[in-house]
C-alpha cells in the first residue's frame, strides 16, 4: 500500500505521470501472476519486442497460443474484414462464421452425425461446460488424473489435481476423484461401480511438465470408459489445433475418438475463444435448450480468428511442418548430448526437456536474458510451445544456444552431472 502514499486515486486525466510501467502494473493490477517478466510493445512472427526495444524469440507463443506467431496477415486480415461487418451479436442471434467455424472443427475431428459445438471464451470455460454436460447423465461422480490441469475456475478447479491451486478455494464443486495417470486397474476399479459421469485427461499434461499419456493408456482409457457407459472428455486445450503436428493430439492413436473434446489456446491464434465438441447424438442431447449459455462464446470476431487460422494451418501445410521441425528439435537437442538433459517428451511443438536437476526456473531466466522466451512448467522441464511457423534454422539458434545457458544457470555442473546428483530421472510416459 505505501506506493500508493502519493496518488490514491487513478485519474486518467491529461499529466497524469506515465511513470514506469512495471510500478504502474504493481499498482493496477492484482498480483496473481506475479511481478511481468518484461513490458512487450510488439510482435511480428515469431519475435517479439519488449518496450526496451529488446528483441526476443519467442518459443512459448503466449501459451501455445499464437499458433500464426505475432501480426499474421490471414488474422489481421480476417478481423479487421469481420470488424468493419459485424464485431458482435449475443447469442440471441447466429452468424456466419461461427456456423462455419462449427462445421470445420466438426469435419477436422471427424466427428459423426449428431456431433455439435459449444463456443466459450478460454480452455476453462470450454472444461466447465464439460463438466456440466458430465453432470447431466445424472451419474454422481466424476474422475480426473493427477497431475491435471483443467483451469481456474471453481468447476474447472475442481477437475485440477494441484493443491495449492486449489486448497484456497475449497469447498470446491463435488463428486471429482483423482486417479493416478497411467495406471490402468486403478482406472478400472474406479469405474467399475458403473457411476462415474466422465473421465477428464489430456492427451500430453502440459502445465504438468509436458507429460505425454501412453498411447496403451489412452487405449485403455477409450475401452473402460466404453465398457462402463462413462464419458470420455479430452481437454485438448493445450495439445489441440495443430499443436502436435495432428489437428488434435489424440489423432495419433487409431481408432480414439473421445465423446467430448475441449479446446481454447492456438484456436483464435490469439483472439479469445475456446471450444466444447460433442461426438454422436447422445452425448450432443446432454445439454438442453437453456441448461447452458455465454454472451461473448461464438461472436463473429473470434469465429473469424479461428477460420484464419485453420485455413492457415491447412493452406501452409503447417501440420507436416509441425510433425517435421519438432522431430528436429529432438534429434538436435539429443545430438547435444548434454549430460544435464535426460530426455525430450511430447509431441510436434509442444516439447517438454527434461532435466538431469531441477534448474529449469534458472534456465528460464537465463534464456530471456539472451533473448529467448521459454517457460518452466516444473523444476526440472523446460518447455517449448513456439508458433506453429517457426522454421527450424530459429529454433536451431536457441539449441545452440542451450549448453550456455546451462552452464550459466548451474556454473560447473555439466562436468559433475556424471555424478549421482539425488534427482530422480523424470518419468517419460505415465
Ligand atoms: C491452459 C489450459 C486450460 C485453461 O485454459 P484458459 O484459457 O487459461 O482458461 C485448461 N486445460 C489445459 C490443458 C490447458 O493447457
Not at 486525466?13 to 498480483?31: I, K, M, Q, V
Not at 500464426?68 to 479487421?80: D, F, K, M, Y
Not at 459449444?118 to 445424472?138: D, H, I, P
Not at 545430438?335 to 528460464?364: C, D, F, M, N, S
Request: net charge negative; hydrophobic share 45%; charged share 15%.
Amino acid at each position: 500500500m505505501s506506493e500508493h502514499s502519493e496518488a490514491t486515486t487513478h485519474s486518467a486525466g491529461a499529466g497524469e505521470p506515465s511513470g514506469d510501467l512495471a510500478t504502474r502494473y504493481r499498482e493496477a493490477l492484482l498480483p496473481v501472476f506475479g511481478s511481468p517478466q518484461r513490458i512487450l510493445a510488439r510482435g511480428e512472427g515469431v519475435r517479439v519486442w519488449d518496450t526496451e526495444g529488446t528483441e526476443y524469440l519467442d518459443l512459448l507463443a503466449g501459451i501455445a497460443v499464437n499458433a500464426l506467431g505475432h501480426a499474421h496477415p490471414a488474422i489481421l486480415a480476417a478481423l479487421t474484414k469481420q470488424a468493419q461487418t459485424l464485431g458482435h451479436v449475443s447469442n440471441f442471434f447466429a452468424s456466419a462464421p461461427q456456423i462455419e467455424l462449427a462445421e470445420k472443427l466438426l469435419t477436422l475431428a471427424a466427428a459423426p452425425a449428431g456431433s455439435g459445438v459449444f463456443f466459450a471464451n478460454s480452455g476453462t470455460e470450454a472444461n466447465e461446460a464439460a463438466f456440466k454436460l458430465a453432470r447431466r447423465t445424472g451419474r454422481p461422480r466424476i474422475l480426473a488424473l493427477t497431475s491435471s490441469f483443467h483451469g481456474r475456475t471453481m468447476g474447472a478447479l475442481a477437475l485440477t489435481a494441484k493443491e495449492s491451486y486449489r486448497a484456497p478455494f475449497e469447498p470446491l464443486p463435488g463428486g471429482v476423484e483423482f486417479v493416478p495417470a497411467g495406471d490402468e486397474d486403478a482406472l478400472a476399479a474406479a469405474l467399475a461401480p458403473g457411476d462415474v459421469a466422465a473421465v477428464f485427461a489430456e492427451p500430453i499434461q502440459g502445465e504438468a511438465g509436458v507429460r505425454p499419456l501412453s498411447v496403451p493408456y489412452l487405449q485403455a482409457l477409450r475401452r473402460l470408459t466404453r465398457e462402463h457407459g462413462t464419458l470420455l472428455i479430452l481437454d485438448e486445450v493445450q495439445t489441440g489445433m495443430g499443436r502436435t503436428g495432428h489437428w488434435f493430439a489424440h489423432q495419433a492413436v487409431d481408432g480414439l475418438q473421445p465423446d467430448v473434446m475441449t479446446l481454447a489456446k492456438g484456436l483464435g491464434g490469439g483472439f479469445p475463444i475456446g471450444a466444447m465438441v460433442t461426438f454422436g447424438r447422445e452425448v450432443h442431447d446432454l445439454l438442453q435448450p437453456g441448461q447452458h449459455g455465454t454472451t461473448f462464446g461464438g461472436n463473429p470476431l473470434a469465429s473469424a480468428a479461428g477460420l484464419a487460422v485453420i485455413g492457415t494451418l491447412l493452406e501452409d501445410g503447417l501440420l507436416e511442418h509441425v510433425r517435421e521441425t519438432g522431430e528436429h528439435v529432438r534429434a538436435e537437442v539429443a545430438a547435444l548430448q548434454h549430460p544435464l538433459i535426460t530426455e525430450v517428451r511430447g509431441a510436434g511443438l509442444l516439447l517438454g526437456i527434461g532435466l538431469a536437476r531441477p534448474l529449469a526456473k534458472e534456465v528460464a531466466a537465463a534464456a530471456l536474458e539472451a533473448g529467448f522466451i521459454v517457460n518452466a512448467p516444473d523444476e526440472s522441464t523446460l518447455r517449448l510451445a513456439p508458433p506453429l511457423i517457426i522454421t527450424a534454422a530459429d529454433l536451431d539458434t536457441f539449441i545452440a544456444a542451450l549448453p550456455g545457458l546451462l552452464e550459466q544457470a548451474a556454473p560447473g555442473a555439466a562436468t559433475s552431472a556424471a555424478a549421482p546428483s539425488g534427482a530422480a530421472p523424470t518419468q517419460g510416459e505415465h
